[in-house]
């Protein structure tokens, strides 16, 4: 397969910055320690995907998206998205993230717990004085985050299969990927039609790049993923991965349907599990499912384009730019 890479953000930079700050604008606080944490993870860095993808399906839908309110809600968003890192990091007890020591390890469980809250906050205080459109779709997707972190129960608590991990997937990840392309589409006053195909295109989009997140624990190392393998099995997540390893019969899985037990086992398991499903049929079944619903985003995109009157065609080329990388990560 020929390489991809993602599109050129070139001309999306200034506006990024200006979304930047916009969200490091949010972080002002009486309590300085809220101010701390938050600036800490802004600074880790990460790819901005969901704001890139405010702009560009705005944009692809031909607005001009030079409106602050657009920029507002592409912080909003990215201030969402914050908050759950920080929640994710305390759930998972994580100590590294993108190479550094984690929110959760560094200032402890209490002040990010407190953080990841305070964010959540400021981003509904931006959200809130937008149209009742854009309240309500991010409503519909922070009660699906939740939804899906609660649902994420451990595979020895209660029974999971690949349905139950794929609506884990499109609650927890895919929702902020729809939300971001349908208030792009909303702010270019886009027909409803074009809005709920975009709105498939961004779930689709984004339950793909989870199952990939899924792989990668598994195929990956430390130095590339920015934080160790193997968490999704040692933490009996129910995962795309874990739930087809399951499904194949082996013996060695049936280990995820207990506790953790003590490290050194723990460590041994984890290592054994990873050889085993790189020598089994999981990779390339996971591969399978999330090229799948690449397509789907590739269809609704292709779908929405026909039905958009001033469609901008170079938007259109770096949408689908976005879906051929995701394709390429998959190998």
Same mark, same amino acid.
């Given at each position: 397969?020929?390489?991809?890479? &993602?599109?050129?953000?070139?001309?999306?930079?200034?506006?990024?910055?200006?979304?930047?700050?916009?969200?490091?604008?949010?972080?002002?606080? /009486? +309590?300085?320690?809220? =101010?701390?944490?938050?600036?800490y993870l802004l600074e880790l860095g990460g790819k901005r995907i969901r704001p890139i993808l405010t702009l560009?399906?705005?944009?692809?839908? %031909?607005?001009?998206?030079?409106?602050?309110?657009?920029?507002?809600?592409?912080? %909003?968003?990215?201030?969402?998205h914050m908050a759950t890192l920080l929640h994710d990091d305390i759930i998972d007890k994580s100590s590294v993230?993108?190479?550094?020591?984690?929110?959760?390890?560094?200032? %402890?469980?209490?002040?990010?717990?407190?953080?990841?809250?305070?964010?959540?906050?400021?981003?509904?205080?931006?959200?809130?004085?937008?149209?009742?459109?854009?309240?309500?779709?991010?409503?519909?997707?922070?009660?699906? &985050?939740?939804?899906?972190?609660?649902?994420?129960?451990? &595979?020895?608590?209660?029974?999971?299969?690949?349905?139950?991990?794929?609506?884990?997937?499109?609650?927890? =990840?895919?929702?902020?990927?729809?939300?971001?392309?349908?208030?792009?589409?909303?702010? +270019?006053?886009?027909?409803?039609?074009?809005?709920?195909?975009?709105?498939?295109?961004?779930?689709?989009?984004?339950?793909?790049?989870?199952?990939?997140?899924?792989?990668?624990?598994?195929?990956?190392?430390?130095?590339?993923?920015?934080?160790?393998?193997?968490? /999704?099995?040692?933490?009996?997540?129910?995962?795309?991965?874990?739930?087809?390893?399951?499904?194949?019969?082996?013996?060695?899985?049936?280990?995820?349907?207990?506790?953790p037990g003590e490290d050194q086992c723990e460590s041994d398991f984890c290592k054994e599990a990873i050889e085993?499903?790189?020598?089994?049929?999981?990779?390339?079944?996971?591969?399978?499912?999330?090229?799948?619903?690449?397509?789907?985003?590739?269809?609704?995109?292709?779908?929405?384009?026909?039905?958009?009157?001033?469609?901008?065609?170079?938007?259109?080329?770096?949408?689908?730019? &976005?879906?051929?990388?995701?394709?390429?990560?998959?190998?």
């Amino acid at each position: 397969m020929s390489q991809s890479i &993602l599109p050129d953000l070139s001309p999306y930079r200034e506006d990024l910055d200006a979304i930047e700050s916009i969200i490091k604008s949010k972080f002002s606080s /009486d +309590a300085s320690r809220l =101010t701390e944490i938050s600036n800490y993870l802004l600074e880790l860095g990460g790819k901005r995907i969901r704001p890139i993808l405010t702009l560009m399906t705005n944009r692809f839908c %031909g607005g001009t998206y030079q409106a602050e309110q657009l920029f507002e809600i592409a912080a %909003g968003i990215e201030l969402i998205h914050m908050a759950t890192l920080l929640h994710d990091d305390i759930i998972d007890k994580s100590s590294v993230r993108r190479h550094k020591v984690s929110p959760f390890t560094k200032f %402890g469980m209490q002040d990010t717990l407190l953080a990841g809250d305070f964010l959540l906050t400021r981003a509904f205080r931006l959200c809130a004085r937008l149209d009742p459109f854009v309240i309500d779709q991010t409503e519909r997707a922070c009660i699906e &985050l939740t939804e899906g972190e609660i649902l994420e129960v451990p &595979l020895y608590s209660t029974d999971h299969c690949l349905d139950s991990s794929l609506t884990i997937a499109r609650k927890k =990840t895919a929702s902020l990927f729809r939300l971001s392309s349908v208030c792009g589409a909303f702010m +270019a006053n886009s027909e409803p039609s074009t809005i709920e195909q975009l709105g498939v295109f961004g779930e689709s989009i984004g339950i793909a790049f989870q199952i990939l997140d899924d792989i990668l624990d598994v195929t990956s190392d430390e130095a590339t993923l920015g934080k160790p393998i193997g968490i /999704d099995i040692l933490e009996r997540k129910p995962s795309v991965v874990n739930i087809i390893w399951l499904e194949s019969g082996s013996k060695l899985a049936k280990g995820l349907l207990a506790p953790p037990g003590e490290d050194q086992c723990e460590s041994d398991f984890c290592k054994e599990a990873i050889e085993e499903i790189k020598s089994l049929e999981v990779i390339p079944r996971a591969k399978e499912l999330a090229l799948d619903y690449a397509m789907r985003s590739k269809a609704a995109l292709d779908s929405s384009s026909k039905s958009i009157t001033n469609c901008d065609l170079n938007e259109l080329k770096s949408l689908q730019q &976005l879906i051929e990388f995701t394709i390429h990560r998959l190998g």
